[in-house]
């Protein structure tokens, strides 16, 4: 699905990452209907449990999708994390994509921390999804709180996800779900 062999590891591109997830039902049944909702690979587990009626064990980071097509307007996720095979990592939300070409070593202060400055951070990129589809317009130098945030929860995440401890993880802030003006 897009990504380069291990000896040429290339940054989280959305072009790299974004890949159509297409279901086909036999009935018909959501014929030609789209959805702007994020998705992962992890969400296939939970989605065909759901379509066989199984039950999933706890603790997964995905999500059954199979109820998206009774509602149009659920938002059934609002962070997807993505690692590339190097260092560089991806944190999508509906709207922003964060790009960081070097690994999280310690958790990144957040504009609360008493010693928090705004930094420049050329190995960031962030772009305001959807309305930069190809990426063209980085305003991570404009936005560093909303990029100390976004790096923040990523952190957390990659604390959390060896133990599948989701509850834990903090809010997602409502600027990194809806923008900004």
């Known amino acids: 699905f897009g990504w380069p062999l291990e ?24 014929a030609a ?12 587990a939970p989605t065909l449990a759901a379509w066989w009626e199984l039950s999933v064990p706890q603790g997964l980071w995905g999500k059954e999708l199979l109820s ?5 307007d659920a938002q059934r996720r609002v962070l997807a994390p993505v690692r590339s095979a190097g ?18 070593g310690q958790a990144p202060l957040i504009p609360e921390d008493e010693n928090w400055l705004p930094e420049p951070l050329p190995h960031v990129h962030l772009f305001r999804k959807p309305d930069d589809r190809w990426e063209i317009n980085d305003v991570a ?7 100390a ?4 929860l990523a952190w957390h995440w990659q604390q959390l996800a060896p133990q599948s401890r989701w509850e834990r993880l903090p809010p997602v802030p409502e600027e990194l779900i809806y923008g900004v003006e």
Not at 33 to 44: F, H
Not at 141 to 147: A, N, Q, S, T, Y
């Open 68 to 72: 998206l097509l009774e509602s149009r």
């Open 7 to 30: 000896a040429q590891p290339e940054l989280p591109w959305s072009e790299v990452v974004h890949v159509p997830w297409v279901f086909c039902f036999g009935s018909g049944h959501a």
């Open 87 to 104: 260092q560089a990592w991806a944190l999508r939300t509906p709207a922003w994509h964060l790009i960081d070409e070097q690994a999280l």
């Open 33 to 44: 209907w789209r959805s702007s909702q994020l998705v992962q690979g992890a969400d296939l």
């Open 141 to 147: 130098d404009r936005l560093p709180d909303l990029v």
């Open 149 to 152: 945030r976004a790096r923040h």
